[in-house]
């Protein structure tokens, strides 16, 4: 039950249609960063910054903005809330710059920009960067959830050695841009390196 309900939320936040109607958004791999499936359809919507932007870097369809101030998925999973920054330039108690500080939501403690992107995101590099997304060549045949349903990526993902995939040219050229999405992807990833204050040590 709870596998079935995490696939729902998967395919909600993979792909999803953009105001306008005329496309959709669709997740990159690995990322909290989405673009455009169809970049020439005429579209002119635009991703919204986070409330956090400037730590988390993150642009996000608007729908997904939720939790405490209406952050990104990436700060809901970090601290569920906007950040608080002073007005005041103080030294931070971590890099020891003079800097505008921000609160930390589990404690008393305040530190600036960089640090917090440090301490607790992780940095998956610049999105325009990234290879231009490539869909997987076939679509899923029926109704999710109802009798006769197919999705062939769902194969591919659990047999990929099948005949019938190797022997694919579309699936061969899917396969290329994967692999060389996936190694711009490790090298620019960066994980978090902490969930817990530096200071008191109070965690997430």
Not at 30 to 56: M, Q
Request: hydrophobic share 25%; proline share 6%; charged share 30%.
């Amino acid at each position: 039950m709870k596998l079935e309900f995490m696939k729902r939320i998967f395919l909600i936040y993979n792909k999803m249609k953009c105001d306008c109607g005329k496309t959709e958004w669709i997740s990159l791999p690995k990322t909290p960063f989405y673009t455009k499936k169809d970049t020439k359809s005429g579209c002119i919507c635009k991703l919204t910054k986070c409330p956090n932007y400037k730590i988390c870097k993150v642009r996000n369809p608007s729908c997904l903005l939720i939790g405490k101030g209406g952050v990104c998925l990436e700060c809901n999973l970090v601290f569920n809330q906007r950040f608080v920054k002073d007005t005041n330039i103080t030294k931070c108690l971590v890099c020891k710059k003079d800097k505008h500080l921000y609160q930390l939501p589990i404690c008393e403690h305040k530190l600036c920009r960089k640090c917090i992107q440090n301490i607790f995101y992780c940095d998956y590099g610049n999105p325009k960067d990234y290879p231009e997304y490539i869909e997987f060549p076939y679509k899923p045949i029926g109704k999710y959830g109802e009798k006769g349903y197919y999705n062939p990526e769902d194969d591919y993902e659990a047999n990929p050695y099948d005949e019938k995939w190797i022997n694919d040219e579309q699936i061969q050229i899917f396969e290329e841009w994967k692999n060389v999405y996936n190694e711009h992807v490790d090298s620019v990833y960066r994980p978090a390196n902490g969930k817990k204050c530096p200071f008191c040590r109070k965690k997430i």
